[in-house]
């Protein structure tokens, strides 16, 4: 595998031979799928303080980061949670580390209930939702059908520097893909983190509580914070985003919210969507009807888009990871 996004020209294919499952959240299988952790995550090094942490395994190829300070570090994503992403972080770092998932879907805070600091930014309904420290999540915000918890050990707020030793990182609430995303700005280091609210292959626009006016706001709030000549890495891809691209899509994503733009109808999951432009970021905005994607059956079972309208007795589920 090629490294398309190491700036320092470094890539580290990590043996991370990892144990099953282990706290589980409620309701969650500890059956994993067969498939070989010898290989399974690719840690990329942007700088001496900096890693991608990749899944390019994964039906959805999720990218997490890990920020280290002097004194801390900071972890954007837990991923999908296939195979534990604990001992990865532990290799790379020995000061305490604090999580922060990018939002709560469940690619994104896969076994997080096995780091003993998580942070999520302060919303009313988040805090509405924490009960004697632990969030429950939904079946909307968590886009499996199976009940998911975790403990909350710290709110942030939009906007909040976070002191790492000799490294600071801005925390920017950045709702539109979901109610409760995220997004860091690393100013010293002209980065951006973006989690879900841009994707390089298709932003998706058409998930529970997903809003693409909020996501058209919140990309310009990225775009006027990060510093000039940003470089952007979101959480599906290791292709990284450049602060050109960052400021096209902004503006293509804001005539597309106003009513502009060409689409496609495209079929997932039995939903009806539409797809605005094609290759590199388009956006995916719910069908005519506003219906929204539902949870998908699990963790493992991918979900294949088909282009054109959904028939009747849609079957786009290709089975679960590593057989087929």
Request: aromatic share 8%; hydrophobic share 40%; with cysteine.
């Amino acid at each position: 595998m090629s490294c398309r996004t190491c700036n320092a020209g470094m890539l580290l294919y990590l043996l991370a031979f990892i144990a099953p499952s282990v706290g589980a959240g409620a309701g969650e299988s500890s059956a994993r799928p067969e498939s070989d952790p010898s290989d399974w995550f690719h840690v990329i090094q942007l700088d001496e303080s900096t890693y991608a942490i990749s899944e390019p395994r994964y039906w959805l190829k999720n990218v997490s980061y890990l920020l280290i300070g002097t004194r801390s570090a900071l972890l954007f994503d837990t991923g999908p949670g296939v195979h534990s992403i604990r001992p990865v972080v532990e290799g790379l770092t020995h000061v305490p580390v604090l999580v922060l998932p990018s939002h709560l879907h469940f690619d994104h805070v896969g076994r997080i209930q096995e780091f003993p600091r998580v942070a999520l930014v302060s919303t009313p309904a988040l805090r509405r939702q924490v009960i004697d420290g632990t969030l429950n999540e939904s079946s909307e915000q968590y886009l499996l059908p199976t009940k998911h918890a975790f403990r909350v050990s710290r709110w942030l707020n939009s906007g909040e520097t976070l002191d790492l030793g000799d490294r600071h990182i801005t925390v920017l609430a950045t709702p539109g893909h979901t109610p409760d995303s995220v997004s860091l700005v690393d100013l010293e280091h002209h980065r951006v983190f973006t989690g879900d609210l841009l994707n390089r292959d298709g932003t998706l626009a058409a998930a529970p509580g997903s809003d693409i006016e909020e996501l058209v706001v919140s990309l310009a709030a990225v775009v006027k914070y990060a510093a000039p000549g940003s470089v952007v890495y979101e959480a599906h891809s290791e292709r990284p985003i450049t602060a050109d691209e960052l400021a096209w899509a902004s503006q293509h994503f804001r005539e597309i919210a106003a009513g502009h733009g060409t689409w496609q109808p495209l079929c997932i999951d039995g939903v009806p969507t539409r797809q605005f432009g094609t290759g590199d970021f388009n956006v995916i905005l719910p069908g005519e009807s506003g219906q929204r994607l539902k949870p998908f059956p699990s963790l493992t079972t991918e979900v294949e888009p088909v282009a054109g309208p959904c028939p009747a007795h849609q079957g786009t589920r290709r089975g679960k990871l590593g057989s087929h």
